[in-house]
């Protein structure tokens, strides 16, 4: 491809990646607003529901997020009665997140949130774990460079 070309919006795969990701976030905003979380929070959830307890630390490293970021969104969602944040009596330093009983409930009203935006995808089974894998791949490489950097 020329140089051109390689400079056109439309062959950047960066761009494709942000209008997809910025598109994708809209399409969950609807069913999202049915259970009263935004996106961040959804994510947030999805990963206590599965570990029960998390340190602000290991939700960060999960979510690809740094505590600047994370901590208001935690404050936001203790402040709607969705987790707990306590202290380590062992390392004061180390906060745990937990759910709340509202929050754990949460989780039953969630689990058609999957389904629906695989529908509204359009992409068939096949289609949804290619793409899946290759941005899995794409995240992993640029980790990689990223831990590199000195």
Same mark, same amino acid.
């Given at each position: %491809?020329? #140089?051109?070309?390689?400079? +056109?919006?439309?062959?950047?795969?960066?761009?494709?990646?942000?209008? &997809?990701?910025?598109?994708?976030?809209?399409?969950?905003? *609807?069913? $999202?607003?049915?259970?009263?979380?935004?996106?961040?929070?959804?994510?947030?959830?999805?990963?206590?529901?599965?570990? #029960?307890?998390? !340190?602000?630390?290991? $939700? =960060?490293?999960?979510?690809? $997020?740094?505590?600047?970021?994370?901590?208001?969104?935690?404050?936001? %969602?203790?402040?709607? &009665?969705?987790?707990?944040?306590? +202290? *380590?009596?062992?390392?004061?330093?180390?906060?745990?997140?937990?759910?709340?009983?509202? =929050? =754990? #409930?949460?989780?039953?009203?969630?689990?058609?949130?999957?389904?629906?935006?695989?529908?509204?995808?359009?992409?068939?089974?096949?289609?949804? $774990?290619?793409?899946? !894998?290759?941005?899995?791949?794409?995240?992993?490489?640029?980790?990689?460079?990223?831990?590199?950097?000195?």
């Amino acid at each position: %491809m020329d #140089k051109d070309k390689m400079l +056109r919006l439309d062959n950047q795969l960066c761009f494709l990646i942000y209008a &997809g990701s910025r598109a994708m976030t809209r399409m969950y905003k *609807s069913l $999202l607003d049915t259970l009263g979380v935004t996106y961040p929070q959804y994510l947030v959830l999805l990963v206590l529901w599965e570990e #029960k307890k998390a !340190s602000v630390k290991k $939700l =960060g490293s999960r979510l690809h $997020l740094d505590s600047g970021t994370l901590t208001p969104l935690l404050k936001r %969602m203790e402040s709607a &009665g969705l987790l707990s944040r306590e +202290r *380590s009596v062992d390392d004061e330093r180390k906060v745990y997140i937990r759910l709340t009983e509202k =929050g =754990g #409930k949460l989780k039953s009203k969630a689990y058609d949130v999957p389904e629906q935006m695989m529908c509204k995808s359009g992409l068939t089974m096949e289609q949804y $774990l290619q793409l899946k !894998s290759g941005l899995e791949a794409l995240l992993h490489n640029i980790k990689k460079i990223d831990a590199s950097k000195p």
